[in-house]
């Protein structure tokens, strides 16, 4: 079945480090998403991304913040200089044509020291 | 504010009995309501995806209900397992864009 891959599965970084967030979407999706979950927290959205754009993104994703579909399979989170309070699992999504399910992948959980 | 309340935040059953988990929701523009089930430390994972104009959805075990009017939904869980233990969260869609709105979730426990 198909499914959304993310990677890495557990990344720590140092406070202002950079660090990039991958998905690999499920390939006939044309519909991606980022989530964050603070540690007991509900799940929030970031950003959406269609047609190789920004389509809507939320408050939490400020300038630090950047997406990216640099081919045809990945999808990208950037955060360029981490806060501790960035610390949290992320979650990638990603949905058909029309407003169909989205499917989320495993999640990535950073943890900025 | 477009928001999902749940409730309850927590319950514990014994396997094999019923459960109804409930979610009231404000979230404009409406788009649809949809349940997940979600394991510690993984991903949602989609049970039901309801629209404006479905009352009634069953996936297997779990039949979720909406009152577009009342703003309410609900999640019934018959004959419960142990693997249903999880957190169960009702999301609403804004808009036509997938932005979804997540509850707190109800964490499930499921005794034997």
């Known amino acids: 079945e198909p499914e959304v891959t993310q990677t890495p599965s557990h990344q720590v970084t140092q406070m202002g480090q950079e660090v990039i967030l991958r998905c690999v979407p499920i390939s006939n999706h044309l519909y991606f998403y980022w989530y964050r979950q603070i540690l007991g927290q509900k799940v929030e959205f970031l950003v959406s991304f269609y047609n190789n754009e920004i389509s809507e993104k939320s408050e939490i994703f400020d300038d630090q913040f950047s997406v990216e579909r640099p081919d045809g399979s990945n999808f990208t989170l950037k955060i360029r200089s981490t806060k501790l309070e960035d610390s949290a699992m992320y979650f990638c999504?990603?949905?058909?044509?029309?407003?169909?399910?989205?499917?989320f992948g495993q999640g990535t959980r950073l943890t900025v020291v | 504010k477009n928001q999902v309340e749940q409730s309850p935040q927590s319950l514990i059953i014994l396997e094999g009995k019923n459960c109804t988990l409930q979610c009231n929701y404000t979230v404009s523009p409406f788009s649809n309501l949809r349940w997940y089930k979600q394991d510690t430390g993984r991903g949602p994972v989609s049970l039901t995806i309801m629209t404006f104009s479905e009352n009634t959805k069953s996936n297997g075990r779990y039949t979720a209900t909406l009152d577009a009017d009342t703003k309410q939904s609900s999640l019934h869980i018959t004959a419960s397992q142990l693997s249903d233990s999880a957190s169960y969260i009702c999301v609403v869609s804004e808009g036509g864009y997938n932005k979804l709105i997540f509850g707190a979730g109800t964490r499930l426990a499921v005794h034997p």
């Open positions: 999504a990603s949905s058909g044509w029309g407003n169909t399910e989205a499917f």
